[in-house]
């Protein structure tokens, strides 16, 4: 049966489409490492003939072990030429957080920017042994067809139960996100922009990305430094960056007074509320930039964003659905509730993940039958429908940007043989927005070293607790359930 209706949508198909229009037009950058656009195009058409040399299947699984880079997008594309799926792992991960990923996304091939201990069986690092690997491959495209809803990633995401849970993104998902950003920010030819966030993180990866995808010129920060920042807007001229509030906080803390950057006209902020103390120095410090604060997740791509025109007066709102989305605010009966008072946020976009890698359950818990999925948030929409988040259902705990939560900790927390119970819980912080703190009640004595050392060995940084609390007993229901309100009240 002849096929209609048009070409399917592949996040490879930017990088076709700007590798014949502007081929000598920069794509990427990394300090004094370019990358044109036929370059891309080229080097990420050998990368998938050789992972299909290795025996990769239209469907099997990539795995990225990797920071902000340059051959960050060359892979990302060439895994999509190849019709396989990309599996993007925080380096930041403990062995274990990072054994765990490769196994339950069944990855192949592990490519990596350092050493990584065990892994899959075809492990390749960047550097002089994977530029032979690509070089020795031809450099044909193998257009290998992809249908448009099929994943694109696999983006594993903290656990609430013990494990990560794989969030399936479609290519159809990601390339209307491209070109939404693109309508939003202006991404297009001739724009350049900042890859700030880590690409490996779902909102890093669709900011970044999305310039390469739409012709523009993406400059890569390797690691976080306020004056290395101002300094990279100012010289690569950038014209939008994406931020999370902590990145701000950094700068503000940091930078006694911000160069003027006539370049600079957008700021988009995401991952936690931007509060609004820090909003308005903002406003102060990068005068001539719009700011557009968004809120979405991984699951669900962005919900909302509050745009520059209404950014002061709606402080503390995150402003209206997004390009495409529908969102449904209802009550604990399943009722949409009325402007001002407070509901679980559903939405409905193309943005929308498949579901879980390999469980249903989980899938099913978060989506409706209609299409719709929950946030696990808790908003209020005022009579003009913006939009403001009120509270989490789930106990996540933002800090600087990345999401932590407490039930990871918390398991890990009780293999040690001093602790009876534990309760992980965020509170606020100046610099990181919420730190992670937990409440132990412990079989004797115990040293805050020994504990942090045994988290460490298990977790990534960032999740190991900033404080650890001895108390008696939990606080607890009259069902048994931990009342974690009450301790973050604990003095």
């Given at each position: 049966m002849m096929r209609t209706g048009g070409a399917d949508l592949t996040i490879a198909g930017g990088i076709r489409e700007f590798g014949r229009a502007t081929p000598a037009a920069i794509a990427v950058r990394d300090a004094d490492r370019m990358l044109t656009f036929g370059a891309l195009d080229d080097r990420s058409s050998r990368l998938a003939n050789a992972l299909l040399a290795e025996g990769l299947r239209p469907g099997d699984r990539v795995a990225l072990l990797s920071g902000n880079r340059l051959e960050y997008p060359e892979i990302a594309a060439g895994i999509a030429k190849a019709g396989l799926v990309l599996v993007p792992i925080n380096p930041r991960l403990a062995a274990p957080e990072i054994d765990f990923i490769l196994g339950h996304s069944g990855a192949r091939v592990l490519i990596t920017d350092g050493p990584h201990g065990e892994g899959p069986e075809k492990t390749k690092t960047i550097g002089d042994a994977y530029e032979k690997w690509i070089a020795?491959?031809?450099?044909?495209?193998?257009?290998?067809?992809?249908?448009?809803?099929?994943?694109?990633?696999?983006?594993?995401?903290?656990?609430?139960?013990?494990?990560?849970?794989?969030?399936?993104?479609?290519?159809?998902?990601?390339?209307?996100?491209?070109?939404?950003?693109?309508?939003?920010?202006?991404?297009?030819?001739?724009?350049?922009?900042i890859a700030v966030a880590p690409m490996y993180h779902g909102a890093g990866f669709a900011?970044?990305?999305?310039?390469?995808?739409?012709?523009?010129?993406?400059?890569?920060?390797?690691?976080?430094?306020?004056?290395?920042?101002?300094?990279?807007?100012?010289?690569?001229?950038?014209?939008?960056?994406?931020?999370?509030?902590?990145?701000?906080?950094?700068?503000?803390?940091?930078?006694?007074?911000?160069?003027?950057?006539?370049?600079?006209?957008?700021?988009y902020f995401n991952a936690a509320a931007l509060p609004k103390v820090l909003k308005e120095w903002v406003f102060e410090a990068f005068p001539g930039a719009g700011v557009h604060e968004l809120y979405g997740s991984t699951e669900a791509g962005v919900v909302t964003n509050l745009r520059p025109p209404d950014a002061r007066r709606k402080a503390g709102s995150v402003g209206h659905p997004w390009f495409a989305t529908q969102v449904r605010i209802v009550g604990p009966d399943g009722q949409p509730v009325p402007p001002g008072m407070p509901g679980e946020l559903y939405s409905r976009s193309p943005y929308l993940m498949n579901g879980y890698h390999e469980n249903p359950a989980a899938t099913a818990a978060c989506?409706?039958?209609?299409?719709?999925?929950?946030?696990?948030?808790?908003?209020?929409?005022?009579?003009?429908?913006?939009?403001?988040?009120?509270?989490?259902?789930?106990?996540?705990?933002?800090?600087?940007?990345?999401?932590?939560?407490?039930?990871?900790?918390?398991?890990?927390?009780?293999?040690?043989?001093?602790?009876?119970?534990?309760?992980?819980?965020?509170?606020?912080?100046?610099?990181?927005?919420?730190?992670?703190?937990?409440?132990?009640?412990?079989?004797?004595?115990?040293?805050?070293?020994?504990?942090?050392?045994?988290?460490?060995?298990r977790l990534a940084g960032y999740k190991v607790p900033k404080e650890f609390k001895v108390v008696a007993a939990l606080p607890r229901n009259a069902a048994g359930k931990v009342l974690k309100r009450e301790l973050r009240s604990t003095p």
């Open positions: 020795a491959a031809e450099p044909k495209d193998p257009w290998i067809a992809v249908d448009e809803r099929d994943p694109f990633c696999i983006a594993y995401t903290a656990g609430t139960t013990g494990d990560p849970k794989g969030v399936l993104i479609s290519h159809r998902s990601r390339c209307l996100t491209f070109y939404a950003t693109a309508l939003e920010w202006g991404l297009g030819p001739g724009r350049r922009t900011f970044a990305y999305a310039a390469v995808y739409c012709g523009a010129t993406v400059s890569m920060l390797r690691a976080f430094d306020p004056h290395a920042l101002l300094d990279m807007i100012q010289r690569e001229q950038a014209q939008s960056v994406f931020l999370v509030p902590t990145h701000a906080q950094l700068i503000r803390g940091a930078v006694h007074k911000i160069p003027v950057l006539p370049s600079l006209d957008t700021l989506t409706t039958g209609d299409g719709f999925l929950t946030s696990g948030d808790i908003v209020v929409a005022d009579e003009e429908g913006f939009i403001s988040i009120v509270d989490r259902v789930k106990d996540v705990i933002i800090t600087g940007g990345v999401n932590v939560y407490p039930r990871d900790v918390e398991e890990v927390l009780l293999t040690h043989a001093g602790i009876v119970e534990a309760a992980v819980v965020g509170e606020p912080d100046e610099r990181w927005g919420e730190r992670v703190v937990a409440y132990v009640v412990c079989r004797s004595p115990l040293e805050t070293a020994a504990l942090d050392g045994h988290l460490r060995a």
